[in-house]
């Protein structure tokens, strides 16, 4: 028996190299399985467009949207004379409008 630590290793290289991965065990998956696999997810994922996708390229119109709206809801603001109201109304105008009165 070789007792030799440098024989050793250089034997179990060496039985290494002899052997295929690929047959040996079910461990291994065959060649080019995770090629494969993320060539079919992304081809997956461009069909598949989900609503959510959709929403997040939307965002930036809604947030414009919503700072158009604010800013024209503070503008008004200013458009009235000190002391009144935005509306040219008064409630009695909004309270005759759903009582019916």
Do not use: C, H
């Not at 290793?9 to 060649?31: H, V």
């Not at 959709?54 to 947030?63: G, H, I, T």
């Amino acid at each position: 028996m070789n007792t030799d630590p440098d024989e050793k290793l250089d034997a179990l290289f060496r039985a290494a190299r002899q052997e295929n991965p690929q047959n040996a065990s079910s461990d291994f998956p065959p060649l080019g399985f995770q090629t494969r696999l993320l060539a079919g997810i992304r081809a997956e994922g461009q069909q598949n467009v989900s609503a959510g996708f959709f929403a997040w390229r939307l965002a930036p119109v809604f947030a414009a949207i919503a700072i158009a709206a604010g800013a024209w809801n503070f503008s008004q603001t200013f458009n009235s004379q000190a002391g009144e109201p935005a509306l040219p109304f008064d409630d009695s105008v909004i309270l005759e409008y759903l009582t019916g009165k």
